[in-house]
Antibody
Framework: EVQLVESGGDFVQPGGSLRLSCAAS????????MDWVRQAPGKGLEWVAN????????YYLDSVKGRFTISRDNAKNSLFLQMNSLRAEDTAVYYC??????WGQGTLVTVSS | DIQLTQSPSSLSASVGDRVTITCRASQDIRNDLGWYQQQPGKAPKRLIYDGSTLQSGVPSRFSGSGSGTELTLTISSLQPEDFATYFC?????????FGQGTKVEIK
């Protein structure tokens, strides 16, 4: 059974940083593209970034380029999202996803002063 | 960016009704589209991918059709557990984009 467990969400002030993690199990992590998707409170879904299985390709939403960095550790079956220069509009539940098919339960990031 | 416009934004229906939700794309996305169901407070669940392929384990009352700029999700006979919000997602181009959602409520 595929399992994706996000962690690292927290309350942070504008301009701050957070690193989200996603622990994967139940599939061959090193074979799959992985995505981060977010959902602001009461709003729709917004794709944030993804990364090829070998790390050779990464894509980002324009509004997070230069501030967020997606990475992975295939030896540890883990996906990461380093978020810097956080803004109030980054407040959301962040989901990691395998091929946009399997999803974790999400982790809440709140950016507020 | 490819814009996805879902219609309707919300609908009221009864158990047993046939429900159709449309996703219109601002440019041709072939059939590079998925449909998702989201219950309140839960992660999205994929129902359909590649426009019409049913995700394993999803009931056959769900179906997807169409290609190009107009794709459709149909629920043939609405069940109580189907009252939820539905989203479409295109993966033809970056950035991936979602429709704004369709809330299906009980009439």
């Amino acid at each position: 059974e595929v399992q994706l467990v996000e962690s690292g969400g927290d309350f942070v002030q504008p301009g701050g940083s957070l690193r989200l993690s996603c622990a994967a199990s139940g599939f061959t992590f090193s074979n799959d593209w992985m995505d981060w998707v977010r959902q602001a409170p009461g709003k729709g879904l917004e794709w944030v970034a993804n990364m090829k299985y070998d790390g050779s390709e990464k894509y980002y939403l324009d509004s997070v380029k230069g501030r967020f960095t997606i990475s992975r550790d295939n030896a540890k079956n883990s996906l990461f999202l380093q978020m810097n220069s956080l803004r109030a509009e980054d407040t959301a539940v962040y989901y990691c996803s395998r091929y946009l098919g399997d999803w974790g339960q999400g982790t809440l990031v709140t950016v507020s002063s | 960016d490819i814009q996805l416009t879902q219609s309707p934004s919300s609908l009221s229906a009864s158990v047993g009704d046939r429900v159709t939700i449309t996703c219109r794309a601002s440019q041709d996305i072939r059939n590079d589209l998925g449909w998702y169901q989201q219950q309140p407070g839960k992660a999205p669940k994929r129902l359909i991918y590649d426009g019409s392929t049913l995700q394993s384990g999803v009931p056959s009352r769900f179906s997807g059709s169409g290609s190009g700029t107009e794709l459709t999700l149909t629920i043939s006979s609405l069940q109580p557990e189907d009252f939820a919000t539905y989203f479409c997602l295109q993966y033809n181009r970056y950035p991936r984009t979602f429709g704004q959602g369709t809330k299906v409520e009980i009439k």
